[in-house]
């Protein structure tokens, strides 16, 4: 089976390069490759890792962290202003 988020890793590759290995500079699309691989693991719940996804369970982990950092940084922003 060929990654279906091998496009997705990609383009996180090609952003890190750009960007002097700077990931803040990448977030979407990290954020899009984890939503990828999300949609991948619920349609093929017996796939337990691909070569382009983290494992399910630390996927579920890194996407709660991205989304408690959207939190935060919306309440950093809303303080702000």
Do not use: G, W
Not at 48 to 64: A, D, E, R, V
């Amino acid at each position: 089976m060929s990654d279906p988020c091998k496009s997705e890793a990609c383009a996180i590759q090609d952003c890190l390069k750009q960007n002097n290995y700077n990931e803040s500079r990448c977030t979407v699309l990290i954020d899009q490759l984890y939503a990828c691989c999300s949609k991948f693991y619920d349609a093929h719940p017996d796939v337990t890792s691909t070569t382009c996804c983290p494992k399910l369970n630390l996927l579920n982990i890194k996407m709660k962290q991205r989304l408690q950092e959207k939190v935060d940084a919306e309440m950093i922003a809303h303080r702000s202003s």
